[in-house]
């Protein structure tokens, strides 16, 4: 007899709680998205690129366009869930998301005195080996796009989202980073790949 696995039947974690409070959750995602406005203030003021408009409304701009990137992951999951039989549901996965979206926040700004060089070791552990002068992930443009962030910062938003995925699956954290692990490694491999064809470079070496 087959049964046909939906959404009904997918089992249902025994708890998947808010990140915080119902009524503490809007300050927080407020504060979130303030933070990454600060962000992308500060990187158009560093780094001006000829906007044809103010900076605040281009870093508003920057944020929406994270916002949808925060959405489009958290989607990605619930449907590689689904597809493994597992209900994750999204909105609260979603807040997850944009809350452990802090660690890139720190990191971003740890790291910006150091964009040429001289960032202290504890700055390079945290922030990400792009701050580290002299090595490949700094001086590679294609390799600091792609993994100049891993850091200790980027490892502990990996595991988060890893854990929480596990939280609102019920299925084990080691199932969960590993798919988590898994993704991140294949986009930032295709960022590498991308690009290095931009550049009209082959990524496989061929020249």
């Given amino acids: 007899m087959n049964v046909q696995v939906t ?20 300050f927080l995602l407020l504060y979130v998205e303030w933070s990454w406005w600060d962000v992308f203030v500060g990187e158009l003021e560093t780094n001006p690129t000829g906007i044809p408009m103010p900076i605040p409304a281009a870093a508003a701009l920057a944020v929406c366009g994270k916002l949808l990137a925060h959405a489009t992951e958290a989607a990605f999951y619930v449907l590689l869930w689904r597809a493994r039989g597992a209900r994750l549901p999204f909105w609260r996965f979603l807040s997850y998301v944009v809350a452990v979206s802090l660690a890139d926040v720190f990191s971003f700004n ?7 060089g001289g960032a202290p070791a504890w700055r390079v552990w945290l922030a990400g080996l792009h701050l580290a002068s002299g090595t490949p992930f700094h001086d590679s443009p ?11 910062l980027t490892a502990t ?23 988590t692990v898994g993704v991140w490694l294949v986009t930032r491999i295709a960022v590498w790949w991308a690009f290095d064809l931009i550049r009209g470079m082959s990524p496989l070496g061929g020249g």
Avoid: C, H, V
Avoid at 7 to 26: C, F, G, I, K, V
Avoid at 157 to 179: C, D, N, P, V, Y
């Fill in 7 to 26: 959404e009904d039947t997918m089992p249902r974690p025994r708890s998947y709680p808010w990140p915080y409070a119902a009524w503490a959750l809007p």
């Fill in 142 to 152: 294609a390799l600091r796009n792609a993994f100049g962030s891993i850091g200790l």
């Fill in 157 to 179: 938003r990996i595991a988060m989202t890893g854990i929480t995925q596990a939280k609102g699956t019920g299925r084990s954290r080691f199932e969960a980073l590993a798919w």
């Fill in 110 to 116: 740890l790291a910006q005195p150091f964009q040429n």
